[in-house]
């Protein structure tokens, strides 16, 4: 019996704990977000400075920090209309359906070659995602992108992405690595051409 109203009490103790703790977390964790969120006054750290280049800096911590967003290419690319653009799907006829397309690449490569390779892609982040502002001095980096019998036109819409929607600056290089394909070895020399 004692073992019982021991293994009792302590259940007890367990839910009394995670009564008081779990609603003080979650507490903690609303008021840091309000106070990361909060605007500071003019004259105060971390005031949003904007500066010639059309970006808004700020800084907190002693670090500045900048809005990295390419506002002149969302507001292009929101303008943007053809099939596929915004990730909207691609209408076919019915004697383009073919179920032996996907066979090779997993995905329907004729739609995927008619879809422009610079398209327009929603913009599905949080509300508060689009107003964070990052650090000024980020390190460079490489990209490294494995492929094996990679359909050629969604190959090519990657290194697009990243190029069209990374700063020119950030980007040291972007290695490609055949992983054995067997189909098309001229295709490295001609994507070569083609960047």
């Known amino acids: 019996m004692k073992r019982r109203q021991k293994r009792v009490l302590q259940m007890a103790f367990l839910f009394t704990v995670t009564l008081i703790f779990l609603p003080n977390v ?6 840091r977000e309000k106070h990361l969120m909060k605007s500071p006054e003019p004259g105060e750290q971390g005031y949003p400075l904007g500066l010639s280049d059309g970006h808004v800096y700020s800084w907190t911590d002693g670090l500045r920090r900048r809005d990295w967003h390419d506002n002149e290419s ?21 004697d383009e359906c073919d179920d032996s397309v996907y066979k090779e690449n997993g995905f329907n490569i004729y739609v995927s070659n008619n879809i422009a390779l610079d398209r327009s892609l929603p913009d599905i982040r949080h509300p508060n995602c689009k107003q ?11 990209i490294i992108i494995p492929f094996h019998n990679e359909g050629w036109s969604s190959l090519l819409r990657t290194i697009h992405s990243i190029v069209n929607r990374t700063p020119d600056h950030l980007i040291a290089e972007i290695i490609l690595v055949d992983d054995y394909s067997d189909r098309g070895a001229d295709r490295s020399l001609q994507l070569t051409k083609t960047l």
């Open 26 to 31: 979650g507490l903690w964790s609303l008021y």
């Open 74 to 94: 969302i507001r292009r690319d929101e303008l943007r209309v053809g099939k596929g653009e915004h990730g909207k799907p691609y209408p076919l006829a019915e």
């Open 132 to 142: 964070k502002l990052y650090l000024e001095n980020l390190p460079n980096t490489s």
